[in-house]
């Protein structure tokens, strides 16, 4: 099961790619273009930091942090061994959006984001989202269907 989690990540990844190359081809040179009047636009934004531009001059620093995440993420994949198709889910996002990511910031040294919602300010992009959801369902997962929330200190008892 790790090995499809892992190839199914990296077609998030592959999809987030041409995605951009399709946005730094087409969307960059006229900015940005309404798609639904007041609600969505699609809008080129090179950030070059985290959520809303928040660090801006800390590249470095969110590659070795996607690195450390997508490394462990990994190795709980093939240790752990776990079954749940939430849990695979939740991996399958955050590590092909974090792989997303990543490859615009080593390449680029920004991420390219085109994706603006009229009730969301920042603008975001196709891996922002699949990490988001991913960790969601993670925190879902680790909540409510695993036994990390549940595990006791025996020499509490």
Same mark, same amino acid.
């Given at each position: 099961m790790p090995y $499809? /989690?892992?190839?199914? +990540?990296?077609l998030v990844a592959l999809a987030d790619y041409i995605i951009k190359i399709?946005?730094?081809?087409?969307?960059? =040179?006229?900015?940005s273009l /309404?798609?639904? =009047?007041?609600?969505? +636009?699609?809008?080129?934004?090179?950030n070059r930091g985290a959520a809303f531009?928040?660090?801006? #001059?800390?590249?470095?620093?969110?590659i070795l942090f996607t690195i450390v995440v997508i490394v462990l993420m990994v190795y709980f994949l093939f240790t752990k061994r776990i079954e749940s198709k939430l849990f695979n889910? +939740?991996? $399958?996002?955050?590590?092909?959006?974090?792989?997303?990511?990543?490859? #615009?910031? $080593?390449?680029y040294g920004y991420v390219? #984001?085109?994706? +603006? $919602?009229?009730?969301? =300010? =920042? /603008?975001?992009?196709?891996? #922002?989202?699949?990490?988001?959801?991913?960790?969601?369902?993670? /925190?879902i997962y680790l909540m409510f269907f695993s036994d990390f929330?549940?595990?006791k200190d025996n020499n509490n008892e």
């Open positions: $499809i /989690v892992l190839g199914l +990540s990296c399709f946005v730094i081809n087409n969307l960059k =040179p006229i900015s /309404v798609v639904i =009047p007041g609600l969505f +636009s699609l809008t080129y934004v090179e531009g928040m660090l801006s #001059d800390a590249r470095w620093v969110f889910i +939740s991996a $399958i996002l955050i590590i092909g959006g974090g792989i997303g990511n990543l490859i #615009d910031r $080593i390449f390219v #984001d085109y994706l +603006s $919602i009229s009730f969301f =300010p =920042p /603008v975001c992009n196709f891996a #922002d989202y699949c990490i988001t959801i991913g960790a969601g369902l993670m /925190v929330m549940s595990k």
